[in-house]
């Protein structure tokens, strides 16, 4: 009876974990067989598609044109198809070509961890626990296709906010993707962008702390009366709009006529 047991509950968690598995990775993009949205396709709209659900517009009313057309990322059709197979392309294979001989599909640029890390912390689950935290390779680290011969996807960090480069393909924002799944894309990522004070100025009575940061963060200036000290929150959370590099600044009212202290910046994470 102990024997039959342990083989049922064995049978149950391998049932349990297939399940999460199926769930974790689709084949492909869509189900051709359905007509309706279904795996990516219902969250992210036909791959042929004009625009995407979550508001993402495609140059050309096309995503599939957006990666394929040599005006856009020029993506060589066998980085995201098998051999006669041009149909939704698929997640983790392909035929592959003489740059890239193993054939990532989807995951070539969009990396699964950061993709799984970026739908979980956004609260798209399934099956209860089966997406988990995961620690994708940070957001300055080059996808495996990015940088090679056949496609014009490039630099991660999109550090500049200009169409039809690295990772600005989409109309009318430069946000790129967010590679490693935390919520910050591109130069907003601590990664990828700048991040220091640049000048601290007595005005007065008060002092002004300036920083070089990226729009889309958040952060907080905090201080201390040594530099190995314990520094708390001088400001309340800065939220700095935008994209790409930008500077800004925090007036501690007083500051002057206070004791010397040390400043640093501390991110607020999403």
Same mark, same amino acid.
């Given at each position: 009876?102990?024997?039959? @047991? ?16 199926? =769930?974790?990775? &689709? ?13 990516? +396709? ?19 009313? +096309? ?5 394929? @057309? ?9 980085? =995201?198809? @098998? ?10 294979? +392909?035929?592959?070509? !003489? ?6 599909? =989807?995951?070539?640029? $969009? ?7 970026? $739908?979980?912390?956004? *609260? ?20 495996? &296709? ?25 109309? *009318? ?36 702390? @300036? ?30 709009? *935008?994209? *790409? ?14 004791? !010397? ?10």
């Amino acid at each position: 009876m102990k024997s039959n @047991s342990r083989r049922l509950l064995a049978a149950g968690f391998l049932m349990i974990v297939s399940a999460c598995n199926n =769930c974790l990775a &689709y084949e492909r993009y869509k189900d051709d067989n359905k007509t309706s949205g279904s795996n990516c +396709s219902e969250c992210h709209g036909d791959f042929t598609g004009t625009n995407s659900p979550q508001g993402t517009v495609f140059p050309s009313d +096309s995503k599939h044109l957006m990666h394929r @057309s040599n005006s856009y990322m020029n993506t060589a059709c066998d980085l =995201c198809h @098998s051999s006669g197979d041009d149909n939704n392309p698929f997640i983790k294979s +392909s035929a592959g070509t !003489a740059n890239n001989p193993i054939g990532l599909g =989807c995951s070539g640029c $969009h990396v699964g961890s950061g993709l799984r890390q970026h $739908h979980y912390v956004n *609260g798209i689950t399934c099956y209860g626990d089966c997406h988990a935290p995961e620690t994708a390779p940070p957001e300055n680290v080059k996808p495996p &296709y990015y940088g090679t011969a056949d496609t014009r996807a490039d630099n991660p960090c999109n550090g500049i906010a200009a169409a039809n480069t690295n990772e600005n393909w989409s109309v *009318g924002d430069f946000l790129g993707l967010d590679n490693n799944g935390d919520n910050l894309y591109d130069m907003a990522d601590f990664a990828c962008g700048p991040y220091k004070i640049v000048q601290v100025a007595r005005e007065g009575s008060n002092i002004r702390i @300036s920083w070089q940061t990226a729009g889309g963060r958040k952060d907080v200036i905090q201080a201390s009366p040594a530099v190995s000290g314990t520094y708390t929150n001088l400001s309340s959370t800065v939220t700095n709009p *935008g994209t *790409g590099i930008v500077t800004t600044n925090y007036v501690e009212v007083g500051g002057a006529t206070k004791p !010397a202290r040390f400043y640093r910046l501390r991110a607020v994470l999403p």
